[in-house]
């Protein structure tokens, strides 16, 4: 007897001793035992709350689903063939909310191996007890069973719509679970065979072409369709109902695909004809994207799927992309905006079916990847495809948007250790879209696009119908754009929090070889716990300066604590600008003289630049360092630049820093942005162009809404009125489109009841997606108590979409008129509200409620009664943290800075 045997023996005998079971010859307990001691031990065992291990591996999946939607259930069968890496005897994987009537295993001698399902995590996790040991090898998984409807657009979910039922699915991220039984996770990719059985009128899509079509004798018609390509579970989706389906053709062979692809799109039943201006637009956009990738659109079809309830956005499914009706409904007159979001989600959603679909992430901690990319590649094709449309310093403000929440001690680092699955949906958050994007393009900008394009191509090549890692595509990064140093510099980024601070002086002593010494810290607010001093990262800085008149720049790679960067120049600078076309993720700060000399020439600043100007000295005054006096002049020239977002940006700022001033002391404030505001909107005129157009919308929001400037409002109550036919027909005419929200605004605030009744109801019929945005969003902002309590009554019924409802309410408690009764309001109906909200992502919404509350006793309220409804909120913990963390940062400003603030105001004319 070998060594191995002997101590195998042994082991058995001691298991055999404590169980009074028996040992075979070869030392393994003897096999109709070995089924009990295996299940005592699973039985004892935790079930993982995390990632699954590799014992037991799916290689395909065959989905049959039973889907009415006029019904409360549907039901399917599934089998996935499967590796055993191990003999077992239980097997852990994903299933939740199932009934499941019948499971049962064969093994690779087609034997039935009968078996149990027992569902034992919250979140999904189920077991599976098989009737005796298993060998290794390969072996099938089959699952019959049912399942009601989700209500909450989420999983497969059914939605009613006047006398239509329809059904269609998000199964980002762990959804799928709900569906059907199996590997719920993104390492998990095979190829999966799809068959749906529907109504007889029923359109049904998925992610593939309809193979055939079989009428059943119940009159029900059986719908195969072609295998998949590898794809996670996640990235499947169905859409079953009475849609309009709109077949556009094939979009043409190009220099990349010689192949055609058809083109459709999906609509609830009247709306189809609404889908053509996604439909026309969607060719340039995707042509773009197979010229940037190198290789062609990686699936047989394309269907955009128009889904009849609000779940949120978009999602990527592989050949069928699912668009709230917002995104996708729309024609040549719609609003810009809508417009450009269209534009902007779609180029995000179909650069997905590349990074993220056909290389997909091996667990969720590199979802950041995912998301970042699809965020900074949508704004590049946007911009290539619609210049007009001024998409190219989209993902600057969103990145500049991130570091509000990155500047919190309670931030996360963009890719963070997920070992629950309940830490699965926090991932989704603006630091994994937006600070991943704009780390992406801070890279980019240093190595160089053609370099950094043929990083990206290497990554694809290597891993398409596979997986991987931020460390494959940092390796990929590093070979394809032949600089190894890229690598540390992206690792300080994605493996740590915060945003870097940059402390930028002059330093002209020997004047013909002027220098700036730059010192590298984390930035914190007054009254964060942060400590500056214990993050270093390494930055990819580029500055901009001013020399004998001659404007130059100069970048280099930041690796110390403190270094000085010479420049090229023999003369001391007259102006330096220490983030040369915006692209770096940090922020800076300057002496007295620097940011005087920057602002007095803010106006001839590029838009870039002029942007991450005033994300800087905004983030300066709140943390202490800039004086208010400078603040307010510093915004007040920005809000003159001729850039529309510029000048929006600098109106959002006021905006947000208008937070800390006590009503009390809100009067001058609001003529002071009236008076620096009213100037600026007064030069727009009747200017045509997409940023005139864009800023005259969001500066009359501001100067009625956040100014309260009475004339404006007056005149606008009147069209409002107009708009809706207060008294008399409505009258479309009577308010252009893109302005509908803040004229709508104005009526509910200042028309009374009768206005808000009609808008009510007008809202709440419509199907136009436009016109629902801007009604809600205005009924959102109704200040009056009587209506308020009618609105939160109102609430409770049901009668909006869940977003609709999410958004109404977030408002509402973001509003100084409305949130203490909107507080009280939650307190008394928390679990009805919470049960309202839409989707997976309760645990996320729900903590942040409470963030424009600025009194620390208002943070210790606020956190308790998070915590008391802690078991109905699923990983509330990282957003309640950030939430009471903002708050008390809000009420330090305010006691620090609030009457400096104010007297900066008045004094400024």
Not at 279 to 292: A, F, V
Not at 387 to 415: C, Q, Y
Not at 859 to 878: N, V
Request: aromatic share 8%; charged share 25%.
């Amino acid at each position: 007897m070998s060594r191995n045997a002997f101590l195998q023996l042994a082991a058995c005998f001691a298991i055999s001793f404590a169980t009074l079971t028996g040992c075979s010859e070869s030392g393994t307990p003897s096999t109709d035992q070995t089924s009990a001691t295996q299940s005592a031990d699973v039985d004892s065992a935790e079930a993982p709350v995390g990632r699954l291990d590799n014992s037991v591996v799916p290689n395909r999946y065959s989905i049959e689903l039973r889907i009415d939607p006029s019904q409360e259930r549907f039901s399917g069968s599934v089998t996935i063939d499967i590796s055993l890496n191990e003999p077992r005897d239980s097997i852990w994987l994903h299933g939740k909310n199932l009934d499941i009537s019948e499971v049962y295993l064969t093994d690779s001698h087609s034997n039935r191996v009968e078996a149990s399902y027992e569902e034992r995590l919250e979140s999904g996790v189920s077991l599976l007890s098989l009737e005796r040991l298993v060998d290794a090898g390969p072996a099938t998984l089959h699952f019959t069973y049912s399942a009601a409807f989700n209500t909450s657009s989420n999983a497969l979910f059914k939605i009613v719509r006047g006398e239509d039922s329809y059904a269609a699915t998000q199964l980002e991220a762990i959804a799928a679970r709900q569906v059907f039984p199996g590997f719920d996770e993104p390492g998990f990719k095979v190829p999966f065979d799809l068959t749906v059985v529907t109504r007889a009128d029923d359109v049904v899509v998925t992610n593939t072409p309809e193979a055939s079509a079989e009428t059943l004798a119940d009159g029900f018609v059986r719908h195969v369709f072609e295998t998949t390509r590898p794809l996670p579970t996640y990235l499947l989706a169905f859409a079953v109902g009475p849609y309009d389906l709109v077949d556009y053709g094939m979009i043409p062979a190009n220099s990349i695909r010689h192949r055609e692809v058809a083109l459709r799109g999906i609509a609830a039943r009247g709306l189809g004809s609404r889908m053509e201006y996604a439909l026309k637009n969607t060719d340039g956009l995707l042509s773009l994207l197979e010229e940037y990738f190198g290789t062609p659109y990686p699936y047989k079809k394309l269907d955009l799927i128009a889904v009849p309830e609000s779940f949120g956005g978009a999602m990527e499914n592989a050949g069928a992309i699912t668009y709230d009706e917002y995104l996708i409904l729309m024609d040549e007159e719609s609003p810009l905006s809508q417009r450009r979001a269209y534009t902007r989600v779609h180029a995000h959603e179909m650069a997905h079916m590349w990074f993220g679909d056909l290389v997909t992430p091996a667990w969720w901690n590199d979802i950041w990847l995912n998301e970042s990319f699809a965020s900074w590649m949508q704004a590049k094709v946007a911009h290539a495809y619609w210049p007009e449309g001024e998409f190219d310093r989209v993902t600057l403000k969103r990145a500049l948007g991130a570091m509000a929440n990155d500047s919190l001690a309670s931030a996360r680092e963009i890719r963070e250790p997920i070992d629950n699955n309940d830490k699965i949906e926090g991932a989704f958050d603006g630091i994994t879209y937006r600070k991943g994007a704009g780390v992406l393009a801070m890279l980019e900008r240093y190595v160089g696009e053609d370099r950094f394009q043929a990083g990206v191509r290497l990554h694809m090549d290597r891993h398409a119908d596979g997986t991987a890692t931020a460390e494959d595509f940092m390796a990929s990064l590093a070979e394809g754009t032949e600089r190894v140093e890229i690598e540390a510099a992206f690792r300080s980024f994605i493996e740590q929090p915060g945003v870097p601070l940059l402390s930028v002086a002059l330093d002209c002593e020997d004047e013909q070889n002027p220098r700036l010494k730059v010192r590298q810290a984390r930035y914190a607010p007054l009254g964060s716990a942060i400590d500056p001093g214990a993050s270093e990262w390494q930055i990819p800085m580029c500055v901009s300066f001013v020399a004998g008149g001659v404007e130059k720049s100069t970048c280099t790679l930041l690796s110390e604590r403190e270094q000085f960067i010479n420049l090229d120049t023999d003369s001391c600078p007259t102006q330096v600008h220490p983030n040369a076309d915006g692209s770096g993720y940090y922020r800076f700060s300057l002496d007295e003289t620097g940011w005087e000399n920057l602002i007095a020439d803010a106006l001839n600043l590029a838009p870039a630049e002029a942007l991450v100007l005033a994300d800087s000295l905004d983030a300066g005054f709140r943390a202490g360092v800039v004086p208010a006096e400078s603040y307010v002049a510093g915004m007040s020239t920005l809000v003159s630049h001729e850039t529309w977002d510029v000048a929006d940006a600098a109106t959002n700022y006021f905006e947000s820093i208008a937070d800390i001033i006590e009503d009390s002391q809100l009067d001058p404030v609001e003529q002071a942005f009236r008076d620096i505001v009213r100037p600026r909107f007064a030069e727009l005129g009747d200017a045509s162009d997409s940023g005139s157009n864009l800023l005259r919308q969001r500066m009359q929001r501001f100067l009625i809404i956040i100014a309260k400037d009475p004339v404006m409002r007056g005149q606008l109550a009147e069209q409002a009125a107009a708009r809706i036919g207060l008294d008399g027909g409505p009258d479309p005419s009577a308010a252009p489109a893109s302005l509908l929200e803040t004229i709508f605004t104005v009526g509910v605030q200042d028309l009374g009841e009768p206005f808000f009744d009609l808008l009510l109801e007008q809202a709440t019929a419509s199907e136009d997606p436009a016109f629902r945005e801007s009604a809600t969003g205005a009924l959102g902002r109704v200040e009056d108590p009587m209506l308020v309590r009618k609105l939160q009554a109102i609430l409770l019924t049901g009668k909006f979409k869940g977003t609709e409802f999410r958004d109404i309410v977030r408002r509402q408690m973001a509003r100084r008129a409305t949130i203490d009764s909107s507080y009280a309001w939650l307190r008394e109906h928390t679990e009805t509200i919470i049960g309202m909200m839409p989707g997976a992502l309760t645990g996320g919404i729900v903590p942040t409620l409470g963030r424009s509350f600025c009194t620390t006793d208002r943070a210790d309220e606020w956190h308790a009664f998070i915590t008391a409804h802690a078991d109905k909120l699923p990983g509330y913990e990282r957003d309640l943290a950030q939430a009471t963390e903002s708050i008390r940062l809000c009420a330090a400003l305010r006691q620090a800075s609030a009457a400096e603030l104010v007297a900066a105001f008045e004094k400024h004319e």
